[in-house]
């Protein structure tokens, strides 16, 4: 089984910037299984960025030119880059993992909240 830790979520400004953390303890297949999602009061979750099979990266557009996924293999460790932060990012992140045959792994979620 696999377990996913995820850190670095918290209160920020808008304009701020924040680096979230995703460890995967246990056998994970590749880190090009692995990305982020998040979900909004009210609202349902949604892809934020994640890596494709090909090792390319893939951002909702709400995201793209702010947000920055990367990995670290060896590491088993997921990284999502968040600049320019808007109150419109509020959610709680979500690190996930997915599988072929089985439900995928999913982190706890950590709350980022961008507020003044």
């Known amino acids: 089984q696999v377990q996913l830790v995820e850190s670095g979520g918290g209160l920020v400004q808008p304009g701020g910037s924040l680096r979230l953390s995703c460890v995967a303890s246990?056998?994970?297949?590749?880190?090009?299984?692995m990305g982020w999602y998040r979900q909004a009061p009210g609202k349902q979750r949604e892809l934020v960025a994640r890596?494709?099979?090909?090792?390319?990266?893939n951002y909702a557009d709400s995201v793209k030119g702010r947000f920055t996924i990367s990995g670290d293999n060896a590491k088993n460790t997921v990284f999502l880059q968040m600049n320019s932060l808007k109150p419109e990012d509020t959610a709680v992140y979500y690190c996930?993992?997915?599988?072929?045959?089985?439900?995928?792994?999913w982190g706890q979620g950590t709350q980022v909240t961008v507020s003044s």
């Open positions: 890596f494709s099979s090909d090792g390319t990266t």
């Open positions: 996930n993992h997915q599988r072929t045959f089985s439900p995928d792994y």
């Open positions: 246990g056998s994970i297949f590749s880190i090009n299984r």
